[in-house]
């Protein structure tokens, strides 16, 4: 009996020792970093807002690239394709519920809510200096009354933070989450960032700009992978969703598993790079669900499908945390 009992408990400890190795990296990890001068007046404002939309769910959502400098002078660094289209646009339509209130934590200069509508504005505006007037063209006003118009409404349900370096977003996203912890299971975490799973850390990293006279060779250290403990300890009862990309079509799938299995949490949004913008994969425990539309719709946007359907997922997590939290009494 005795040697049953322990043999079930050597897994547990182990498991949890190696949670604790994992817990203790990632702190080192954050301790070499040097912190945002913003972090702070971030989390008031975003603490501020939270109080300001007490009567809706929160979510947040992560978008763009990530930098990684390579030297503490910053003149070089390593970036990555995304434009932030998926995470602007799908502000947009969680907005459509008016359940929401949006955290929109995104990479600097990447796209905004709404700004995607504006493009080509220039060309549909004439300056008449007679009358100090700026017209706009007949063609675009209905379509930019419309969009001004949802901008006025929803202006106080969106909070825009920005980052540029990986190591700002880390930092922000952990302050973040700290915050959001209370509101439990109405936090959704909506992580479309494409986030560099490489850095070099500031002791290995040149002070000032690497100088050209001659071939270079950096070496890169492997991001501590903080989704675990974000989805265990960060924010343990919120709805997170996060995002897998591939370049290859036949791994998606494993590797959206794989991440399910390695972190805990709900739901991973699977996308190869060129297919991402007609066709994901809703990947949970049990299920893969795929939403995909015609590429050559001008209509639809595939966000409108995944925020409808993100959204119909978390009123059930929210439920069941509600009967869980009543047996629990
Ligand atoms: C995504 O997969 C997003 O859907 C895209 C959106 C970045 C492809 P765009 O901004 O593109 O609209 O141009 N985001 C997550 C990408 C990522 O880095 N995921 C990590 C990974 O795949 C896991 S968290 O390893």
Not at 215 to 233: G, Q
């Amino acid at each position: 009996m005795a040697n049953s009992s322990n043999n079930n408990v050597k897994p547990i400890l182990q498991q949890q020792s190696s949670i604790i190795d994992e817990l203790d990296k990632i702190e080192k990890f954050f301790q070499q970093l040097q912190k945002p001068k913003n972090l702070y007046e971030i989390r008031d404002r975003a603490h501020r807002f939270c109080q300001q939309n007490l009567d809706r769910k929160i979510v947040l959502i992560t978008s763009g690239g990530t930098t990684v400098p390579m030297e503490h002078n910053t003149v070089r660094f390593i970036d990555n394709f995304s434009a932030g289209t998926r995470g602007s646009a799908s502000v947009e339509y969680f907005f459509d519920t008016n359940k929401y209130a949006v955290i929109f934590l995104y990479r600097q200069k990447s796209l905004e809510p709404f700004s995607r509508h504006f493009d080509g504005l220039l060309s549909n505006l004439k300056y008449d200096p007679t009358n100090d007037r700026i017209e706009v063209s007949e063609k675009i006003r209905p379509k930019l009354v419309q969009i001004l118009t949802k901008m006025n409404e929803t202006s106080n349900r969106l909070l825009k933070i920005t980052f540029t370096t990986l190591s700002e977003y880390l930092f922000i996203l952990r302050e973040l989450t700290a915050l959001l912890k209370p509101y439990e299971s109405r936090v959704m975490l909506y992580l479309a960032a494409a986030v560099s799973d490489f850095y070099i850390p500031p002791d290995n990293m040149a002070v000032h700009k690497i100088h050209s006279n001659g071939p270079l060779r950096l070496h890169f250290e492997m991001v501590p992978k903080i989704l675990r403990p974000l989805v265990k300890f960060w924010v343990p009862d919120a709805f997170v969703i996060s995002f897998k990309l591939e370049t290859e079509a036949e791994i998606l799938l494993e590797k959206a598993r794989e991440a399910l299995n390695r972190y805990g949490h709900k739901l991973v949004i699977a996308n190869e790079l060129n297919t991402r913008k007609w066709k994901v994969i809703l990947v949970t425990a049990d299920e893969s669900e795929e939403i995909e539309i015609d590429p050559n719709s001008n209509q639809l946007e595939i966000e409108q499908l995944i925020v409808a359907n993100v959204i119909r997922r978390h009123e059930k997590f929210i439920d069941n945390h509600r009967e869980q939290n009543s047996l629990k009494k």
